[in-house]
């Protein structure tokens, strides 16, 4: 057998007749054509066995007893499973009617007898060739149907996805010079319906009409450079759509070329009004947190100072309280000395000039007299007398100094400001440290170099000005302290002299114009307060004016002195305080401060 015949041997066949030498001539022709062929001797058999297993084709005879073949054909026809089963009646009828009958009921041809084989197998063969061709074709139909269905459905997805997401599109051909908008472009663009982007090139204008002006630049740039070199675009800008509502969009372009030329450009635009109110609300959002953050910053800045000024008031109302009774105490007894030492200086007296003219009464005394004389050493007595009298007045008069001067220091109660002189200041905080600018075990003293120039009487809080000066002159010997110890550490090994400690003290008045809009001139005086100790570096200098902040070792500081000092120049004063230092090259403190009312 040929392919074709191959392919025909898997076609199933009936055969319908009550004769039974028919169906054995016919089943054995077929056969041998390579068809399967089964075989029903009458319409009742034939109805169950097509039902049971539907073939390919039916051979039909007419005349049949019980049920001819017109009325097994209908039936079959009647029935959905089999009325696509191809049915060919082999009849000896031959008249035109009973063929017409045949045709009317369903048949698919008609072949009478006596029959050539040749043409028998000719219309099988047709047949069962326009039964395959039938079931592919409804086969491609039902695939056809099916894909148009998903195309359908994927159309309408992606058009509600678009709608949803507000994303239109566009096409202009350059060849035809035609464009294409999608309705989403006009839903998002709310144009009304009498005005439309329509298909020719004007309608671009139209487009870029709800542009602003630099947006419009900005568009055609691109939408050039996407023509001319292919170069695609994503653009987010503003636009105010038809019914004056503003709104961001996001359009983007691509263009198809051929050959180098540029056909059609692609794009779309998408409504992003809702991620840009997003945005800018986070923005906002944002801002506000990091306003929050600052100002909580400086709260807890503000707190720290709080607490730095609590605890400083707290410590100089004690040592307030302290000093004015150590002084109460003090002066008591200074001042009994202070007051008898003019009367036993004037009593001293009387009794020398006593003794000088007893002596000239009687240059001759006695062996006894002339003893005592010489063991008390009468001559150096009288001499040394006035001085020792001078020395201790200098002496009493030193503690009455110290004492005034501790008491103006540790003044706490000072509500207002008052002139004063700024040397004065400095001086008395020197007489107070002066115990430790002596020579202290293997640290040698500590020279204070003052260069004062001229000043007139600076408006502020005397004690205040004594506490800042107080803690920067400390700090400055603290440094020479520690930097004394480290050398002589380093230097037991060798007989090195370790470079001599010093402080400096410079003041001076300044002009400068003032940073106000009046352009005034502001005089300041300036004071630095210098020492050759081993500095600072960088870092720590952006925290030496924080509260707490300390480099001395626990229990050495409390991390108050500059950060009080800061406050009190700046906050109180209206004035400056700044540090100047570098690692190994000393350090320099400056202070200014406003001449004037503040």
């Given at each position: 057998?040929?392919?074709?015949?191959?392919?025909?041997?898997?076609?199933?066949?009936?055969?319908?007749?009550?004769?039974?030498?028919?169906?054995?001539?016919?089943?054995?022709?077929?056969?041998?054509?390579?068809?399967?062929?089964?075989?029903?001797?009458?319409?009742?058999?034939?109805?169950?066995?097509?039902?049971?297993?539907?073939?390919?084709?039916?051979?039909?005879?007419?005349?049949?007893?019980?049920?001819?073949?017109?009325?097994?054909?209908?039936?079959?026809?009647?029935?959905?499973?089999?009325?696509?089963?191809?049915?060919?009646?082999?009849?000896?009828?031959?008249?035109?009617?009973?063929?017409?009958?045949?045709?009317?009921?369903?048949?698919?041809?008609?072949?009478?007898?006596?029959?050539?084989?040749?043409?028998?197998?000719?219309?099988?063969?047709?047949?069962?060739?326009?039964?395959?061709?039938?079931?592919?074709?409804?086969?491609?139909?039902?695939?056809?149907?099916?894909?148009?269905?998903?195309?359908?459905?994927?159309?309408?997805?992606?058009?509600?996805?678009?709608?949803?997401?507000?994303?239109?599109?566009?096409?202009?051909?350059?060849?035809?010079?035609?464009?294409?908008?999608?309705?989403?472009?006009?839903?998002?663009?709310?144009?009304?319906?009498?005005?439309?982007?329509?298909?020719?090139?004007?309608?671009?204008?139209?487009?870029?009409?709800?542009?602003?002006?630099?947006?419009?630049?900005?568009?055609?740039?691109?939408?050039?450079?996407?023509?001319?070199?292919?170069?695609?675009?994503?653009?987010?800008?503003?636009?105010?759509?038809?019914?004056?509502?503003?709104?961001?969009?996001?359009?983007?372009?691509?263009?198809?070329?051929?050959?180098?030329?540029?056909?059609?450009?692609?794009?779309?635009?998408?409504?992003?009004?809702?991620?840009?109110?997003?945005?800018?609300?986070?923005?906002?959002?944002?801002?506000?947190?990091?306003?929050?953050?600052?100002?909580?910053?400086?709260?807890?800045?503000?707190?720290?100072?709080?607490?730095?000024?609590?605890?400083?008031?707290?410590?100089?109302?004690?040592?307030?309280?302290?000093?004015?009774?150590?002084?109460?105490?003090?002066?008591?007894?200074?001042?009994?000395?202070?007051?008898?030492?003019?009367?036993?200086?004037?009593?001293?007296?009387?009794?020398?000039?006593?003794?000088?003219?007893?002596?000239?009464?009687?240059?001759?005394?006695?062996?006894?007299?002339?003893?005592?004389?010489?063991?008390?050493?009468?001559?150096?007595?009288?001499?040394?007398?006035?001085?020792?009298?001078?020395?201790?007045?200098?002496?009493?008069?030193?503690?009455?100094?110290?004492?005034?001067?501790?008491?103006?220091?540790?003044?706490?109660?000072?509500?207002?400001?008052?002139?004063?002189?700024?040397?004065?200041?400095?001086?008395?905080?020197?007489?107070i440290l002066n115990h430790r600018l002596r020579a202290v075990g293997n640290r040698p003293e500590i020279e204070v170099i003052k260069n004062y120039g001229e000043l007139p009487p600076v408006n502020c809080y005397n004690s205040q000005l004594n506490q800042v000066f107080m803690n920067l002159i400390?700090?400055?010997?603290?440094?020479?302290?520690?930097?004394?110890?480290?050398?002589?550490?380093?230097?037991?090994?060798?007989?090195?002299?370790?470079?001599?400690?010093?402080?400096?003290?410079?003041?001076?008045?300044?002009?400068?114009?003032?940073?106000?809009?009046?352009?005034?001139?502001?005089?300041?005086?300036?004071?630095?307060?210098?020492?050759?100790?081993?500095?600072?570096?960088?870092?720590?200098?952006?925290?030496?004016?924080?509260?707490?902040?300390?480099?001395?070792?626990?229990?050495?500081?409390?991390?108050?002195?500059?950060?009080?000092?800061?406050?009190?120049?700046?906050?109180?004063?209206?004035?400056?305080?700044?540090?100047?230092?570098?690692?190994?090259?000393?350090?320099?403190?400056?202070?200014?401060?406003?001449?004037?009312?503040?």
């Amino acid at each position: 057998m040929n392919s074709n015949q191959e392919l025909e041997a898997k076609s199933k066949i009936l055969i319908v007749d009550d004769k039974p030498d028919n169906l054995h001539l016919l089943s054995k022709m077929l056969t041998t054509h390579g068809y399967e062929v089964r075989r029903a001797i009458n319409a009742s058999t034939a109805l169950m066995g097509v039902q049971a297993a539907p073939p390919d084709l039916i051979l039909l005879d007419i005349r049949m007893p019980d049920m001819d073949g017109y009325q097994l054909c209908q039936k079959l026809k009647a029935i959905k499973q089999t009325k696509e089963i191809p049915v060919i009646f082999l009849s000896a009828l031959n008249e035109v009617l009973d063929k017409v009958k045949a045709f009317e009921v369903g048949c698919a041809d008609y072949i009478t007898k006596p029959f050539q084989i040749q043409e028998v197998l000719a219309r099988v063969e047709n047949q069962l060739t326009i039964g395959r061709q039938k079931a592919l074709l409804q086969k491609e139909i039902c695939e056809r149907k099916q894909v148009e269905e998903a195309l359908r459905q994927s159309e309408t997805l992606l058009n509600e996805t678009l709608r949803i997401t507000k994303v239109g599109g566009w096409l202009i051909d350059l060849v035809s010079k035609k464009c294409f908008w999608t309705q989403e472009v006009h839903q998002i663009l709310e144009l009304p319906e009498n005005l439309k982007l329509n298909d020719d090139m004007k309608s671009i204008d139209l487009y870029l009409s709800f542009y602003s002006p630099i947006a419009q630049t900005i568009i055609r740039e691109a939408f050039g450079n996407a023509i001319e070199d292919g170069k695609p675009y994503d653009l987010e800008l503003p636009l105010i759509t038809a019914n004056n509502n503003h709104r961001w969009v996001r359009t983007t372009a691509k263009t198809v070329c051929e050959q180098g030329k540029s056909l059609r450009v692609f794009g779309n635009i998408m409504d992003i009004t809702e991620r840009k109110q997003t945005e800018e609300a986070i923005r906002l959002s944002e801002a506000r947190e990091r306003d929050r953050a600052t100002q909580l910053e400086l709260t807890l800045s503000e707190l720290k100072r709080t607490q730095a000024r609590l605890i400083q008031t707290e410590k100089m109302s004690s040592l307030g309280q302290m000093v004015a009774g150590v002084a109460h105490e003090i002066n008591n007894p200074v001042s009994f000395i202070y007051g008898n030492l003019i009367p036993a200086s004037e009593y001293a007296s009387d009794l020398i000039r006593l003794i000088e003219i007893y002596q000239q009464t009687y240059p001759n005394p006695t062996p006894e007299i002339q003893e005592l004389i010489e063991e008390i050493d009468l001559e150096f007595l009288m001499e040394d007398w006035q001085k020792l009298i001078n020395s201790m007045q200098l002496g009493a008069e030193r503690i009455h100094e110290i004492v005034l001067s501790l008491r103006n220091f540790s003044r706490t109660n000072q509500l207002e400001k008052e002139y004063i002189d700024i040397h004065d200041g400095l001086d008395k905080t020197l007489l107070i440290l002066n115990h430790r600018l002596r020579a202290v075990g293997n640290r040698p003293e500590i020279e204070v170099i003052k260069n004062y120039g001229e000043l007139p009487p600076v408006n502020c809080y005397n004690s205040q000005l004594n506490q800042v000066f107080m803690n920067l002159i400390n700090n400055a010997i603290d440094a020479l302290a520690d930097t004394n110890h480290n050398d002589h550490n380093s230097n037991s090994t060798n007989q090195i002299q370790p470079i001599k400690s010093k402080i400096w003290i410079y003041t001076e008045k300044i002009s400068e114009n003032s940073s106000t809009a009046t352009a005034k001139t502001e005089e300041k005086v300036v004071i630095r307060i210098v020492d050759n100790g081993p500095g600072m570096n960088e870092q720590v200098q952006k925290q030496i004016f924080d509260p707490f902040f300390t480099t001395k070792p626990a229990g050495r500081g409390t991390g108050l002195g500059l950060a009080i000092s800061y406050q009190i120049i700046v906050e109180k004063h209206g004035g400056k305080l700044s540090c100047v230092s570098a690692p190994g090259e000393g350090t320099e403190f400056i202070v200014e401060i406003p001449i004037g009312n503040v």
